[in-house]
């Protein structure tokens, strides 16, 4: 690591994290057009913010102070404002606050201004001899503040009616008070001056605040900035390292680059004035920078044998590097913890790690932890305890506590073992890139099919995730034919993942080669009966290999009486997960939510991000099509997150196509769709979305050409295969809206009489309600075409889609309306247009409006008016409302709130007729409208 801690001011200098001249680019920021600086990763907003600064004009604010912490990134987005302030011809002046001259009065005033010494002469005499002597050009004592200010801004005002200019300051908690005082006073007074003042500084400086001049706090990045920042480095670190990385750099942007910089062995340098500090000092502080998720006061005092006086922590306090409160230690930047542990020898980090151990006695699991830290060699009996240790640890600790006890192994068996549950537990954390590495480790260290069909469980989820669906197919199906058996826990798991990869795929001859796998387990005479979660695998494989012939999947407890205990822990939540997968594969969206819902209660104890990541899509397409838009929105943010952060390029891009689906389904304006480069063709079910996304944001747009396009590209051939087995159909009324604007209503017939071959006898009821509307669009005889109508609309059970159910009801009404049957119409319209207000669809919601006015009536929305009603409630009755709007009950809001169930119901009671709501489910709509 090339950087060093920084002096008594507190944070780092020194190689990538010391702070660039003012005004230059860095050898990373862009030397031209259409090049970016990488540590401006995350900084959008706040660059945008910049922006409109330079170009601000009347009365709008032209000076900003940024504050953040060292490293956060002020330096790099000075030096963009000024290569932006050049692009647009101004003149840049800039100046940094320097420790060592913050006594010397005006000693900033001399950077900043003396590149416009020769514009002097312009001034009458006394601006001129004051600045001269500010300069060191006169001889005399220093002015005063204000008339220095005033002919500053005379020297601006003159200056800038030749060019406009740009003052920046960095180190702005280093400028000398006259200079400080001086610069805010010409901030105040530049409205009618051509001039923008750009300043940083680590904290905000009271002086400016007190005459409310603007700030922007330049905060740590978020997780998958701060992803894209590691990934954009040349060095990066070991798969097993990435997360924990990002975490010990808490969004911040040096510390990410210093810490990727530096390699395992390389020893950092240190300020001079480290050597100063009394050892005391120095062991504390090695204590605390040897386990970065301890901060707990008294157990690094033990470990240190210090006691309970605090006098060890002086010198490290007033060198601004720890921070003490409520007997907590911080260190104040996520750097110095790393320079620190990194810059001591191994014999002395290795005293540190075994006087840890020795203070954590009560935490075995960390105890454990800092003994293998200690540690040299094999050693079974501290591996047994890491391997205990991992038992109830969080996903990421257990993985990293079984890797290192399979190090500490003392046979080649037990090391493997050890690896395939770090392996297991790194999947259950959703680190793909650390699956990758454990499992090419295991793959040579043992022949086991068990513990090799474990470890191919991981890497064929996380080949999925990353669209690898081919690879991932033939990894699980090997692992799969060397079982004995497929009930087996083990098999279990690889069936799991085998039917999201053939459901991603979307392969017939995957398909086919699951349901083989499958046959091999039929019950039998003699067999054992069917397990739990043998049942829930089961009916996951029926929906992925022929959702036709699931009509209508259930949980296993809901569809087998016999087995209505649920079981515990994780396979309690592995069952739920299956069968809420399996659940919207078959069209029960519903269901699908609620049985996800409960799987991630389950999840959040040990931090299973890796199993939410294969099931956020899934729920997102669900609350989308019950009319969750705003639930559903904040999934699709967690998917993109997720995505950025573990590498997982296919959840990526379904993320983006199903919001750009939710966008043009508002009526906002679609972004434009950047296919990945996936390979489709082994991504079909991505495919899909990205198809069905084209097309909406074509229509949304009025292309009804392009729209219709991309929807029928959904179909491989006219009136053949669809694209996605169970995908493609779900936009069958997309493509027949699409087909009667543009005159293809003969190629969409042909797709409907393919979709419904393969929907069977029995479709969903999704399905059969989709039949009947895109029927009823493509319909040349009236008699028919209104059949088809009345059974989009007439079964109770398409209440469950809101969206689905508002489209069949407004085509109908059209319909009726252009046969001169507007009464008909108008409760079909009334109903259609409340539903799309209420779920936030405004060009639906307007057309509606305008075929009820066409109608001879006009509308006024129940949401709206409801949505207004919500916000004159109590706050109590607001409380009760927006819990309820969750789905609790009577009892369940009294034991929150504090009243029994009777007082919830009577308020209840009380706000429905002011909401305008009759049931308790619609409390949902106005609630996410809110």
């Not at 480290?274 to 690094?300: H, N, V």
């Not at 196509?657 to 508002?666: G, P």
Request: aromatic share 4%; hydrophobic share 40%.
């Amino acid at each position: 690591m090339r950087s060093g801690l920084k002096d008594a001011q507190g944070g780092v200098t020194g190689g990538r994290s010391s702070p660039r001249r003012v005004g230059r680019r860095s050898s990373q920021a862009c030397a031209g057009p259409g090049r970016f600086d990488v540590s401006l990763i995350g900084r959008r907003a706040e660059i945008g913010r910049v922006r409109d600064l330079l170009g601000a004009q009347g009365g709008k604010p032209r000076s900003l102070m940024l504050i953040g912490e060292a490293g956060a990134g002020k330096s790099g987005l000075l030096s963009e404002a000024a290569e932006l302030a050049r692009q647009s011809g101004a003149r840049v002046l800039g100046a940094r606050g320097e420790a060592a001259e913050s006594r010397h009065p005006y000693a900033l005033l001399h950077q900043l201004l003396y590149p416009l010494t020769p514009s002097l002469e312009e001034l009458p005499d006394r601006e001129r001899h004051t600045l001269e002597t500010v300069l060191g050009v006169a001889a005399g004592d220093p002015p005063r503040q204000t008339p220095v200010g005033v002919a500053m801004l005379r020297l601006l005002t003159e200056v800038c009616r030749r060019r406009w200019c740009v003052l920046i300051v960095d180190d702005f908690q280093q400028v000398d008070p006259e200079s400080r005082q001086v610069l805010i006073f010409v901030a105040r007074r530049i409205g009618d001056v051509n001039v923008r003042v750009i300043v940083a500084g680590r904290e905000p400086d009271d002086d400016w605040r007190d005459v409310q001049l603007p700030l922007l706090s330049l905060g740590p990045l978020s997780e998958p900035d701060a992803a894209r920042l590691l990934d954009a480095q040349t060095r990066q670190p070991a798969a097993r390292e990435r997360l924990r990385l990002l975490r010990r750099a808490r969004g911040n942007p040096s510390a990410i680059i210093e810490m990727a910089a530096a390699g395992d062995g390389e020893r950092p340098r240190l300020t001079p004035w480290w050597g100063s500090m009394p050892a005391a000092t120095q062991r504390l502080l090695l204590l605390a920078a040897a386990d970065p998720e301890l901060d707990d006061l008294a157990t690094i005092m033990a470990a240190a044998g210090a006691g309970s006086d605090l006098g060890g922590w002086r010198p490290a306090e007033d060198a601004g590097l720890v921070t003490i409160t409520d007997g907590r230690i911080a260190f104040t930047h996520p750097l110095i913890g790393v320079v620190l542990y990194r810059q001591a020898t191994a014999q002395v980090r290795q005293r540190a790690h075994q006087d840890l151990a020795g203070a954590l006695g009560q935490d075995p699991a960390r105890c454990a932890w800092h003994l293998a830290c200690a540690s040299v060699g094999t050693d079974e009996g501290l591996a047994a305890r890491l391997e205990d240790a991992a038992t109830d640890a969080a996903w990421p600790d257990a993985a990293r506590a079984l890797q290192a006890a399979g190090d500490r192994s003392a046979t080649p068996g037990s090391r493997a073992r050890r690896y395939t549950g770090a392996l297991t537990a790194a999947d259950r954390a959703g680190d793909r890139l650390w699956v990758g590495e454990l499992h090419s480790a295991i793959t040579k260290m043992t022949d086991d099919p068990l513990l090799l069909g474990e470890a191919a469980c991981g890497e064929g989820t996380a080949l999925s995730l990353s669209s690898h669906q081919q690879e991932s197919f033939r990894l699980v199906t090997a692992a799969l034919r060397r079982l004995p058996t497929v009930r087996s826990p083990t098999g279990q798991a690889l069936m799991s993942v085998l039917a999201s990869v053939v459901f991603q795929w979307g392969c017939p001859e995957a398909r086919r080669t699951l349901t083989s796998l499958m046959s091999r387990e039929d019950d039998g005479p003699g067999r054992p009966g069917p397990s739990k979660e043998w049942r829930a695998i089961a009916d996951l494989v029926a929906a992925t290999a022929d959702p036709v012939a699931v009509a209508s999947p259930l949980p296993a407890q809901d569809r087998h009486p016999g087995l209505g205990k649920p079981l515990t822990g994780d396979a309690e939540a592995t069952r739920l997960l299956a069968a809420g997968t399996a659940a919207w594969y078959a069209d029960e969206s519903d269901l699908c939510i609620h049985t996800y819902d409960r799987a991630f209660e389950l999840l959040e104890t040990r931090g299973g991000r890796g199993l939410r990541a294969t099931c956020l899509i899934p729920l997102a397409s669900a609350l989308i099509d019950t009319g969750r838009w705003v639930r559903a929105e904040a999934v699709l943010r967690e998917a993109a997150d997720m995505a950025t952060v573990h590498r997982l390029t296919r959840v990526r891009a379904d993320a983006a196509a199903l919001r750009a689906v939710l966008a043009a389904l508002r009526g906002e304006d679609p972004p434009d769709l950047l296919w990945p480069s996936i390979r489709l063709r082994d991504n079909r079910a991505t495919h899909a979305h990205l198809l069905r996304a084209a097309g909406l944001r074509a229509d949304a747009r009025g292309d009804h050409d392009e729209a219709f396009r991309q929807f029928h590209a959904l179909w491989e051939s006219p009136g053949g295969d669809p694209l996605h087995y169970r995908l493609s159909a779900r936009s069958v009324v997309d493509l027949a809206m699409a087909a009667r604007r543009t005159g293809h209503t003969g190629e969409a017939a042909a797709v409907l009489a393919s979709v419904r071959t393969h929907a069977g006898a029995r479709p969903t009821t999704m399905m059969s309600l989709l039949l009947h509307h895109a029927a009823a669009l493509l319909e040349d005889s009236a008699s028919a075409a209104e059949s088809h109508f009345r059974l989009a609309v007439v079964n109770p059970a398409g209440e469950q889609w809101p969206h689905l159910r508002a489209r069949a009801r407004l085509d109908y009404a059209q319909w009726l309306r252009r046969r001169r049957r507007p009464s008909e119409a108008r409760l079909l319209l009334a109903a259609a247009a409340d539903t799309f207000d209420q779920l936030g669809a405004r060009p639906l919601a307007g057309f509606a409006a305008a075929e009820m006015r066409a109608s001879g009536r006009t509308f006024a929305p129940v949401g709206e008016t409801s949505r207004h009603a919500l916000e004159s409630l109590t706050a109590q009755e607001q409380r009760i409302v927006r819990l309820a709007a969750q789905g609790l009950g009577n009892r369940e809001i009294g034991e929150q709130l504090w009243l029994s169930p009777r007082t919830v119901g009577a308020h209840l009671y009380k706000v429905f007729p002011k909401l305008g709501v009759s049931k308790r489910h619609q409390l949902r709509d106005i609630v996410d409208g809110s």
